[in-house]
T-cell receptor, first 115, second 117 residues
């Protein structure tokens, strides 16, 4: 079955510095990968997804993610973090091999951007 | 346009009571999903609807949990005889449900925060 690992519980970064949130995945076939962000007391907001094509995917709010098949990773990046980027970030994967539409989520990473 | 809405936003109930949680998907979205988010954990899949049928209900944790969808729109998640371990945020998501649906993006509502005392 598909699964996602987000190895860090919290990521602290100074405002203006590059932000990276790590994600590795496990699937049987080719993965469909997603990043979502959750602000306090709100639902998940879609940031970006990788389906096929270019390994570098650009999304909302200046975020991007790079699909690396050999390392089974899909790390989220932002060149210059803002205080407003402080939130909970979830990586998710769907494995089309299983023919279902469910998403498997990681446990999430709390990002804290320090002014 | 309007996003996914859920009600109530918060629900406090006593152990043993039944609760109903409601989800209104984005208009025109035929796919609807329910997830559970326990404190400090990722999202746990519960059930998936395509139209009014549920081809995948394998995530429902026990027979106390059930869900239905009518008119290819509103869905209700019912938890009978609630237990303290049912306390969580219940999130609903919807998607276009087009063929090749594995590629589709799921759009989430704000969730219902359930507390069982």
């Amino acid at each position: 079955a598909q699964s996602v690992a987000q190895p860090e519980d919290q990521v602290n970064v100074a405002e203006g510095n590059p932000l990276t949130v790590k994600c590795t995945y496990s699937v049987s076939g080719n993965p469909y990968l997603f990043w979502y962000v959750q602000y306090p007391n709100r639902g998940l907001q879609f940031l970006l997804k990788y389906i096929t094509g270019d390994n570098l995917v650009k999304g909302s709010y200046g975020f991007e993610a790079e699909f690396n098949k050999s390392q089974t990773s899909f790390h989220l990046k932002k060149p210059s973090a803002l205080v407003s980027d402080s939130a909970l970030y979830f990586c998710a994967v769907r494995d089309p091999f299983y023919g279902n539409n469910r998403l498997a989520f990681g446990k999430g990473n709390q990002v804290v951007v320090i002014p | 346009g309007a996003g996914v809405s859920q009600s109530p936003s918060n629900k406090v109930t006593e152990k043993g009571k039944d609760v109903e949680l409601r989800c209104d998907p984005i208009s025109g979205h035929t796919a609807l999903y329910w997830y559970r988010q326990r404190l400090g954990q990722g999202l746990e899949f519960l059930i998936y609807f395509q139209g009014n049928s549920a081809p995948d209900k394998s995530g429902l944790p026990s027979d106390r949990f059930s869900a239905e969808r009518t008119g290819e729109s509103v869905s209700t998640l019912t938890i009978q005889r609630t237990q303290q371990e049912d306390s969580a945020v219940y999130l609903c998501a919807s998607g276009l449900g087009t063929s090749g649906g594995a590629e589709e993006t799921q759009y989430f509502g704000p969730g219902t925060r359930l507390l069982v005392l």
